[in-house]
């Protein structure tokens, strides 16, 4: 079993709907980022999470540490939402710190 | 600041041949990690390096090594490349022990093995 699951792998929608990504992660955590790749490869930090929430834009990100479950949230999508979008948790201590990844969720927002 | 920088941005190598990335951390990070994504899977953890040294390791063979410079930036290098080992290789730079300091990506190389 993969230290950070993401669950769907895929996700297809309309514009417009609310899309919803989630996050399992089965180790201690210091923090949990939430990425996008778009194709290309080029990663681009969208959140680092703690604990709570965070919101950007129409980004909104959650933590439940307890649960050791993250979620991301896109409200009204638009196609340039389409991309990768990568769970990471950092662990370990000072000097030996990594992230872990999942291994993304496919979203594709139609028109 | 121009972030994290990698190069080359593309590369194709022969099998059996070697090869070296290189990565240029974000100004006041200290810490660079590799990472290995195949094609359809999320990035896989090479090694890290944090003070010159090799600090962790993934479960990647002796085959891939890497180096830390004083100035922090970084190399992987790669021998007897294989067709496996074609993928794009990120680099992420951090300040280690930073617990709210984001890692910062770059675009990645991607190496194709023929």
């Known amino acids: 079993k993969n230290e950070v699951e993401q669950s769907p792998q895929n996700l297809t929608a309309q514009e417009g709907e609310f899309i919803t990504i989630n996050c399992s992660y089965s180790?201690?955590?210091?923090?949990l980022h939430w990425l996008q790749q778009h194709p290309g490869g080029g990663i681009v930090s969208l959140f680092m999470?703690?604990?709570g929430k965070k919101k950007h834009g129409r980004l909104i990100a959650t933590i439940n540490i307890q649960e050791k479950h993250s979620s991301l949230h896109i409200t009204a999508s638009h196609p340039r939402d389409s991309a990768v979008y990568i769970c990471?948790?950092?662990?370990?201590?000072?000097?030996?710190?990594?992230?872990?990844f999942g291994t993304g969720t496919r979203l594709t927002i139609i028109p | 600041d121009a972030g994290v920088t990698q190069s080359p941005t593309h590369l194709i190598k022969t099998r059996g041949q070697q090869v070296t990335l290189r990565c240029s951390p974000k100004?006041?990070?200290?810490?660079v990690s590799w990472y290995q994504q195949a094609l359809g899977q999320g990035p896989q953890f090479i090694f890290q390096?944090?003070?010159?040294?090799?600090?962790q390791r993934g479960n990647f063979p002796d085959r891939f090594s890497g180096h830390q410079f004083p100035n922090y930036s970084s190399e992987l290098n790669v021998n007897a490349l294989l067709l496996g080992d074609s993928a794009l290789y990120l680099c992420?730079?951090?300040?280690?022990?930073?617990?709210?300091?984001?890692?910062?990506f770059g675009q990645g190389t991607r190496l194709t093995v023929v």
């Open positions: 999470l703690s604990s």
């Open positions: 990471a948790v950092r662990s370990g201590n000072f000097g030996n710190e990594k992230l872990t």
């Open positions: 100004s006041g990070h200290d810490t």
């Open positions: 390096y944090y003070e010159e040294e090799e600090r």
């Open positions: 992420a730079s951090s300040l280690q022990g930073a617990k709210y300091t984001e890692a910062f």
């Open positions: 180790v201690g955590i210091s923090a």
